[in-house]
């Protein structure tokens, strides 16, 4: 009998942040995040197929957390009914074996890989959390770029595709290209960190007063409105485009002593010199008009790349992996651009997806694509815990058809619903699992979701969820482009006038098409909420507020709702709603009953 393969593959570099801190002194909190290994997660890869992944995050409350994530591989195990004496295989999403030849120039870079990018540190690690495993389990390093290829090619269900990794850096590259074939992947190309568009934009970020590795989506936000021209030219000299497809980012270079290069100083420096101030408070059109150049040029450096290769190889799909990749903005400006005729978006395209891609590095890749999920709902049930007793709001117990009428009827009278059932997401996005809810007909719904529930910034968008089957009513979807996850911006049509509070300064939205035969309580929301009102979309964002992860569970959904201004909460088979909403939520929930059949 063959024994059967339980291989964990996880992220992150525990210590990372520490050492950085210890080793540079008088950093600002956003100088601080600019390290490697962030965004740790675990995943889990039984007979080749994907059962389990949730991030670190989700359990310690750290955002991006990069601590050895013990807990989630535990969750993972757990979620199959495993423990750890059955795993046969643990890989880690980074190999620096090589890297020690290049770490001893200094004792900063010395002591760096010493006591975080060493890969016998992962087993140490690992026997440290589980030492039932110290003795018969070493962990297996994984090249970080490799691993990201992996989440992108698998998952596309492209049988032949260009596979492109865009991010900060792995041990040495930022920019990876691969050809799939055949269930292989064949590397092309290779840029080192010199030419990093994820770095770039980590220094932007920076720049304009947001935190690196954390706010790069709201740069992505302040883009739409402003004006490209006035720093284009300084965009020019900051990204140089080369031949066959390259480019160079000379503004990273200008970093020459270890602090700099840990803060990125002097490019902060060079950028004030052209005439963009670093931003201290409230933004300056100067500051939107920065942030829209540099979107500009990631774009322009992008189709450069992606052109190259397509008409190099003539693999016109294209499958992403890596933090660049979720700018969702160019990446639906490629989709649309003529140079590609498929697309696919890994949905937790940042490390925390390399932790999955660790541990399909040793699956059958033609099995392992076989069983993939079409959506990321991998992470802990929602009734893994329960509510706390004695809670204060409103409760009543609802059945799953209940449960979905009433909260398209609230919606549609204008309450925010907070929406938790099955199983977590995995990655950045709620696609309606774990999911806030309200009506998109209704411009100032967005300044509502924002100030008085998520508590974040008025100028940034929040999602359309559609109906798959009215997705192309509403919005420009080209052919060929996997809109799942939230991966990709599209231009809205006329008819989204309509929806208001769901479309961006730029008239763009990041567009969640909703299956029924994938997510079909979700998609019975919708279609309730389009049977009373007659639009089949729906505002969807992460169920938390700002500063925390998406809540995992049913006491961390009830926090969420009892913290904020959420109207109404559906938690599992259990429906919460504050005071002022009693009212509605009662006559929803009566009308519901007398509809449904019995």
Request: glycine share 8%.
């Amino acid at each position: 009998m063959t024994e059967r393969t339980v291989v964990v593959g996880y992220s992150g570099l525990d210590g990372s942040a520490e050492f950085k801190r210890a080793n540079v002194p008088g950093l600002t909190a956003a100088e601080a995040r600019l390290f490697q290994g962030l965004d740790s997660a675990a995943a889990l890869v039984v007979d080749d197929e994907l059962v389990a992944a949730v991030q670190q995050e989700r359990f310690s409350g750290s955002k991006f957390d990069h601590a050895f994530p013990a807990d989630a591989i535990r969750s993972c195990l757990d979620l199959a009914g495993l423990e750890p004496g059955d795993v046969t295989e643990v890989r880690h999403n980074f190999d620096y074996s090589l890297a020690k030849l290049f770490s001893q120039g200094d004792p900063y870079t010395r002591d760096r890989f010493d006591r975080v990018y060493d890969p016998a540190r992962q087993t140490s690690l690992l026997h440290r959390h589980f030492p039932e495993l110290a003795g018969r389990l070493d962990v297996l390093p994984v090249a970080h770029h490799h691993a990201h290829a992996l989440t992108a090619a698998i998952p596309s269900g492209f049988a032949e595709a260009l596979v492109v990794v865009l991010d900060g850096m792995g041990e040495l590259h930022a920019v990876t290209l691969h050809e799939w074939r055949g269930g292989v992947l064949k590397p092309l190309a290779r840029l080192d960190f010199r030419s990093s568009l994820g770095l770039f934009y980590a220094l932007l970020t920076l720049h304009l007063g947001y935190w690196p590795n954390s706010d790069e989506y709201k740069v992505m936000a302040l883009a739409a409105s402003g004006d490209p021209e006035r720093f284009a030219s300084v965009m020019r000299e900051a990204v140089v485009l080369g031949e066959d497809g390259r480019f160079d980012i000379p503004l990273l270079g200008r970093n020459r002593d270890q602090r700099s290069k840990e803060t990125f100083a002097a490019s902060r420096a060079w950028l004030a010199e052209q005439g963009c101030p670093e931003a201290a408070g409230e933004l300056a059109p100067v500051h939107y008009d920065l942030a829209a150049a540099a979107q500009h040029r990631l774009e322009e450096a992008l189709f450069h790349l992606v052109g190259y290769w397509t008409r190099r190889t003539g693999l016109r799909k294209v499958a992403f992996a890596g933090g660049v990749a979720l700018n969702c903005v160019a990446i639906g400006k490629l989709a649309a651009s003529g140079l590609v005729d498929g697309l696919y978006v890994q949905p937790a395209a940042g490390d925390e997806g390399t932790a999955v891609g660790a541990a399909l590095a040793s699956a059958d890749p033609h099995r392992a694509a076989a069983g993939y999920p079409a959506l990321t709902f991998l992470g802990p049930d929602v009734d893994f815990d329960r509510v706390p007793a004695g809670q204060p709001h409103f409760r009543t117990e609802v059945t799953e058809r209940e449960a979905e009428s009433t909260a398209a009827r609230l919606l549609a009278q204008g309450l925010v619903v907070g929406w938790a059932q099955g199983r977590l997401e995995f990655g950045p996005r709620a696609l309606g699992n774990r999911s806030i809810l309200a009506d998109p007909r209704q411009r100032d719904m967005r300044d509502k979701v924002n100030a008085a529930v998520k508590f974040r910034e008025d100028f940034r968008p929040l999602a359309p969820a559609v109906k798959a089957e009215a997705a192309d009513r509403y919005f420009e979807i080209p052919a060929g482009t996997n809109m799942r996850h939230m991966t990709v911006a599209v231009p809205a049509r006329p008819a989204a006038s309509a929806i208001p509070a769901v479309l961006h300064t730029d008239g763009s939205a990041r567009v969640q098409a909703v299956h029924a035969a994938e997510h079909p309580r979700f998609w019975r929301v919708l279609d309730e909420f389009e049977r009373l009102t007659g639009t089949p979309v729906l505002m969807n964002t992460s169920l938390n507020v700002k500063g925390q992860p998406t809540a995992r569970s049913a006491s961390e959904v009830y926090r969420t709702f009892d913290e904020s201004r959420l109207d109404v909460a559906v938690i599992g088979d259990q429906l919460y709603a504050k005071e002022w909403a009693i009212g509605d939520t009662l006559a929803a929930l009566a009308t519901t009953r007398e509809s449904l059949p019995r």
